[in-house]
């Protein structure tokens, strides 16, 4: 048994040492290591961050034996676990909602949990236990397909600075005041909360992404906002309460973003910022703003043309920029106000530093025709401008080369790219 | 060249070298900026002044070896040139981290002395592959692990062990191999102990001897008491539910009440009895420890009411499991289990 010959390799280097490697195993593995010798009987119970998922236990084509399974694993581990634990992480569709959360949270909340994810299988919610609101020293949470109610003592999360809510079921208010309770909050996450209305109070904000119907945004004070990601899912009953109320969209939206880097729009989102009374009210520059990709853009709605406008003239600092057109292209064939471009069109402007324009989803309608028209002639430093026809467009393509080739380009170095597909 | 032009040309052409000392004595010497890439190092530097010169080397850490030093130098040279792309870097890294098991871990103590995390972040990475999907058995051949588990201990953590009930039979069976041989050498003290304990029976032996048959009591309590202290043995280091020892043992003391005799034989079995709990799981054994020695000739009116208490109760259970029980001990019968603990266990039935 003792064979002094072979020393031992591996069991005497530090426990920070250990620790690192047991983290980097799979879970399963990690615990197995209290297999080896006497010294490593606990050694895994100390671990700081634990990621549970399906590989912690051996299939089973019995899907609730498996069930039954990982929660007995998970509850073991957790009352083997010795020490504090700063990360757990459950991410399996195995498992759908089990009474066993509760206690796993309740337990975590005592044991100074920093970094919590939580995502099962999509064919039930879960319900966040109030325990999960005393888990004071969280930095970052994570949680899907769940309803969650903070209770009214809640004063916050201190320490929060990544917050990601995947469908989650939750009143407007609530999620308004969790997120202006957390003062250190970086990163918001929204997807699919549906119906929120939503007044975003929060001071060190940099990185939003909201996706899913909402009925109303406003950034009231996110002034260090950096990227800015929206999916806007749009119903015509939003559309129509939108249309009556008289606040600005735009201005709601991006009236207080200067130091905005990158904005991504998609679906809906240039239809819902051109709600609203807006008559040359457009006070912010976005000098840092460098990359904008706008997707399912109508060109046949000359109010999203406008927006689009505004957002390109008023960014100085234009790198790149990626527009994907949405037309319906009977409307759009018929288009009425092409003298738009000649008279109203801000003719000297100038895009000084945009290098990369990206167009997809194409249909050759004349609004987008003379919008690329518009950017060859007003960027000096073009260096590629690529196009990708929309796919169900076959005919229109040799007219879209056509006149393609005829525009003037400022820019003597600029390459224009014809994608088929 | 006069020494004039020495002058002017030697300051741009001296690249800074640093003196660093290991653990063996050998001292060498190694580019600043290559050895400044250790935080250690850096540390030893910039706030105490070290390693300019032979005299004021730095020493390092008994964890750096010769062998070890020259490795993290290689990747510190490496890596501290700024321009290099992450790709570049990467497959450095991967081509460096190809070393035998022993060196890797070398190496990761040594980086971790010198506080050098990359380094110690890539042969942390590089171990946990090793380590990745290979059974205990190839891990422990791998890093030379002692194998000084139980086999109790040897079953793995966190599963349901009551999932299968052939492992804990499996397992019994190993402990009870391991014990045998074990009881070997032990042999020699138990026959010390005999004698001792024979010792104050031996004027009832001389009785015996001289007056026939007397006390065939006597003769029997003896025997129970060889019995108890084999059994207790093999109580000592077996897992809980071995219920057919407990029974055996159990139904000795059971025996020597009903025999009314020495009260001293009583006193193995309160700490034994005690150690029945209600435990099905083996999952966390109870172990049982006893000295062969702990044999008094006194024991308490309190202590023996409690005695007779757990033995009725353990009655009670027994009654109540035996058929199962019995099947158990038919089954393991064949394992050349001792005849007594089976004669005695059928008496106990029969009163």
């Known amino acids: 048994m003792g064979d002094s010959s072979n020393q031992d390799l591996i069991s005497d280097l530090p426990q920070s040492i250990i620790e690192s490697i047991l983290t980097r195993l799979p879970l399963r593995d990690a615990v197995r290591t209290s297999l080896l010798s006497?010294?490593?009987?606990?050694?895994?119970?100390?671990?700081?961050?634990?990621?549970?998922?399906?590989?912690?236990?051996?299939?089973?084509?019995?899907?609730?034996?498996?069930?039954?399974?990982?929660?007995?694993?998970?509850?073991?581990?957790?009352?083997?676990?010795?020490?504090?634990?700063?990360?757990?992480?459950?991410?399996?569709?195995?498992?759908?909602?089990?009474?066993?959360?509760?206690?796993?949270?309740?337990?975590?909340?005592?044991?100074?949990?920093?970094?919590?994810?939580?995502?099962?299988?999509?064919?039930?919610?879960?319900?966040?236990?109030?325990?999960?609101?005393?888990?004071?020293?969280?930095?970052?949470?994570?949680?899907?397909?769940?309803?969650?109610?903070?209770?009214?003592?809640?004063?916050?999360?201190?320490?929060?600075?990544?917050?990601?809510?995947?469908?989650?079921?939750?009143?407007?208010?609530?999620?308004?005041?969790?997120?202006?309770?957390?003062?250190?909050?970086?990163?918001?996450?929204?997807?699919?909360?549906?119906?929120?209305?939503?007044?975003?109070y929060a001071p060190n904000l940099k990185y939003l992404c909201l996706e899913?119907?909402?009925?109303?945004?406003?950034?009231?004070?996110?002034?260090?906002?950096?990227?800015?990601?929206?999916?806007?899912?749009?119903?015509?009953?939003?559309?129509?309460?939108?249309?009556?109320?008289?606040?600005?969209?735009?201005?709601?939206?991006?009236?207080?973003?200067?130091?905005?880097?990158?904005?991504?729009?998609?679906?809906?989102?240039?239809?819902?910022?051109?709600?609203?009374?807006?008559?040359?009210?457009?006070?912010?520059?976005?000098?840092?703003?460098?990359?904008?990709?706008?997707?399912?853009?109508?060109?046949?709605?000359?109010?999203?043309?406008?927006?689009?406008?505004?957002?390109?003239?008023?960014?100085?600092?234009?790198?790149?920029?990626?527009?994907?057109?949405?037309?319906?292209?009977?409307?759009?064939?018929?288009?009425?106000?092409?003298?738009?471009?000649?008279?109203?069109?801000?003719?000297?402007?100038?895009?000084?530093?945009?290098?990369?324009?990206?167009?997809?989803?194409?249909?050759?309608?004349?609004?987008?025709?003379?919008?690329?028209?518009?950017?060859?002639?007003?960027?000096?430093?073009?260096?590629?401008?690529?196009?990708?026809?929309?796919?169900s467009v076959m005919d229109g393509r040799l007219n879209m080369l056509i006149e393609l080739v005829r525009f003037r380009r400022a820019s003597a170095r600029a390459e224009i790219v014809f994608i088929q597909c | 060249m006069s020494e004039f032009d020495m002058a002017v040309i030697q300051p741009e052409m001296i690249k800074s070298y640093i003196w660093l000392q290991t653990a063996d004595g050998s001292i060498q010497q190694v580019e600043q900026e290559v050895a400044m890439f250790c935080p250690m190092i850096c540390h030893e530097i910039i706030q105490k002044g070290m390693g300019s010169s032979k005299t004021y080397a730095i020493s390092l850490p008994q964890r750096v070896n010769p062998c070890m030093l020259s490795l993290i130098l290689d990747y510190c040279r490496f890596h501290q040139v700024t321009g290099r792309s992450n790709k570049e870097r990467k497959s450095f890294d991967e081509k460096f981290i190809r070393m035998d098991t022993k060196r890797l871990c070398e190496l990761t103590s040594a980086a971790d002395s010198l506080q050098l995390k990359p380094l110690v972040d890539l042969t942390s990475r590089a171990l946990a592959r090793v380590i990745e999907g290979k059974t205990p058995e190839e891990i422990r051949e791998i890093f030379h692990l002692p194998d000084d588990l139980t086999e109790e201990e040897k079953l793995e953590p966190l599963k349901n062990s009551t999932d299968d009930p052939r492992i804990r039979l499996l397992n019994r069976l190993y402990a009870r191999k391991r014990k045998e041989l074990k009881e070997r050498e032990h042999l020699k003290n138990v026959e010390t102990e005999e004698e001792h304990v024979d010792d104050r029976s031996v004027e009832d032996l001389l009785s015996f001897i001289n007056g026939g048959n007397g006390d065939s009591k006597v003769l029997k309590t003896s025997k129970s008491k060889k019995k108890n202290r084999r059994r207790k043995e093999q109580q000592k280091n077996a897992s809980v539910d071995e219920s057919i020892e407990s029974q055996g043992k159990d139904s000795n003391g059971l025996n020597s009440v009903c025999n009314g005799t020495g009260v001293d034989k009583l006193h193995p079995h309160p700490g034994e009895t005690s150690t029945l709990p209600d435990v099905e799981d083996d999952t966390f054994p109870h172990k049982v420890e006893f000295d062969d020695g702990d044999i008094d000739d006194e024991i308490d009116p309190a202590l023996k009411e409690k005695i007779d208490r757990e033995v009725e109760d353990f009655a009670r259970r027994l009654n109540s499991d035996w058929p199962e029980r019995m099947q158990e001990i038919l089954s393991l019968g064949q394992e050349g289990r001792p005849v007594n603990e089976n004669g005695s266990l059928r008496r106990y039935a029969s009163t």
Not at chain 1, 165 to 191: G, H, K, N, R, T
Request: hydrophobic share 40%; proline share 5%; charged share 20%.
């Open chain 1, 38 to 200: 006497s010294k490593w009987r606990y050694r895994w119970a100390t671990l700081t961050h634990l990621v549970f998922d399906e590989d912690c236990v051996t299939l089973s084509n019995d899907r609730a034996l498996f069930e039954d399974k990982l929660i007995n694993f998970i509850t073991r581990a957790l009352f083997l676990h010795q020490g504090p634990i700063h990360k757990f992480q459950l991410c399996t569709s195995y498992l759908q909602s089990c009474p066993e959360i509760d206690q796993w949270i309740l337990f975590l909340s005592r044991k100074d949990i920093k970094e919590l994810v939580i995502e099962l299988g999509e064919s039930e919610w879960i319900r966040a236990p109030s325990c999960l609101f005393k888990c004071k020293k969280l930095i970052r949470l994570e949680l899907f397909r769940c309803e969650l109610d903070p209770p009214p003592t809640f004063k916050g999360f201190l320490c929060l600075k990544n917050l990601n809510l995947y469908q989650v079921f939750v009143a407007s208010d609530a999620i308004e005041s969790l997120i202006s309770s957390c003062p250190l909050l970086e990163s918001l996450s929204l997807s699919y909360s549906d119906s929120l209305t939503l007044n975003i």
């Open chain 1, 212 to 391: 899913g119907e909402f009925k109303d945004i406003c950034l009231q004070n996110t002034p260090l906002l950096i990227v800015m990601s929206v999916a806007m899912y749009m119903t015509e009953d939003i559309a129509e309460h939108m249309q009556q109320s008289s606040s600005c969209n735009f201005i709601k939206l991006l009236g207080s973003v200067p130091y905005l880097e990158r904005l991504i729009g998609r679906i809906y989102f240039t239809k819902y910022l051109s709600i609203g009374d807006d008559r040359g009210r457009y006070p912010v520059t976005y000098s840092h703003l460098k990359i904008i990709e706008l997707y399912q853009v109508s060109f046949e709605d000359m109010k999203e043309i406008l927006v689009v406008l505004h957002l390109i003239t008023n960014s100085p600092n234009l790198v790149e920029l990626q527009i994907s057109g949405s037309s319906n292209t009977l409307t759009a064939m018929e288009a009425t106000d092409l003298d738009f471009w000649d008279k109203e069109c801000p003719s000297p402007c100038l895009f000084d530093r945009l290098k990369v324009v990206k167009m997809t989803e194409m249909s050759g309608v004349p609004h987008e025709m003379e919008f690329i028209k518009f950017l060859l002639e007003s960027s000096p430093v073009l260096e590629v401008m690529s196009i990708m026809p929309c796919p």
